[in-house]
């Protein structure tokens, strides 16, 4: 059996060196998608499987240390090597707090390049998240996938989210206060009722029409998942 191949996203406005990056990774065995500004690159690093981002902090439309931070605010634990061509140590800084693992400057060799991707991967696979499993469902934090009663389920970031937080509370009730601020943020000031209504998403992707759902209401404090 051929094994797979790992999956490297290239976020960087330089098409010349977009390229260069990623013929350098196909010649290593990596398969790579590019991505030129920072709104797609964010977009497809939140929504795509991939074992390391390759980023660069000077991007159209929004900057690496953006499309960084709301990686790992929704949830995205992919090893990211941020890019820059600028001098100074205020950029690393700023890179590492925002939730970069490396850091590398232009110009750069090629070996280091790839020396760099291999180490994240390598501390990434000891560091990985484990898969969360509950009864029918199990949801693997890193390739985002999700499996229900034997069967790939799709879920949008906000339900992947919700799932995640659930499922890592196994039958802990938890209030619903608590669910969102976790998912949705301190400062969000819409309705609260868009808990509700996003459990209703989730229960009709994930659960069967014929047996109890997996997450259980309980009156009064919230919601929690059970194995039955």
Request: proline letters at 5%.
């Amino acid at each position: 059996m051929t094994e797979e191949r790992r999956r490297v996203l290239v976020v960087e406005d330089d098409h010349n060196l977009a390229q260069a990056l990623a013929d350098l990774l196909t010649d290593e065995g990596f398969a790579v998608t590019q991505r030129h500004d920072g709104e797609s690159g964010f977009a497809e690093g939140r929504d795509g499987a991939y074992d390391v981002i390759v980023l660069d902090i000077m991007l159209p439309k929004r900057n690496g240390f953006s499309v960084c931070l709301d990686l790992r605010s929704a949830g995205v634990h992919t090893p990211l090597l941020m890019l820059t061509a600028k001098d100074g140590e205020l950029d690393e800084v700023e890179g590492l707090e925002v939730g970069a693992d490396d850091f590398l400057r232009k110009p750069f060799e090629w070996s280091i390049l790839l020396a760099r991707v291999n180490a994240l991967l390598r501390r990434h696979e000891r560091e990985r998240p484990q898969p969360l499993i509950v009864g029918p469902v199990s949801l693997d934090p890193v390739s985002r996938r999700v499996i229900a009663h034997d069967r790939p389920v799709s879920l949008t970031p906000r339900e992947f989210a919700l799932l995640e937080y659930l499922l890592s509370h196994g039958s802990e009730a938890i209030n619903k206060g608590d669910i969102l601020t976790a998912v949705w943020g301190g400062d969000f000031d819409g309705d609260p009722n868009i808990v509700e209504v996003y459990i209703g998403y989730l229960r009709r992707k994930i659960d069967l029409p014929d047996r109890p759902s997996i997450i259980r209401t309980v009156r009064g404090v919230g919601y929690r998942v059970r194995e039955d």
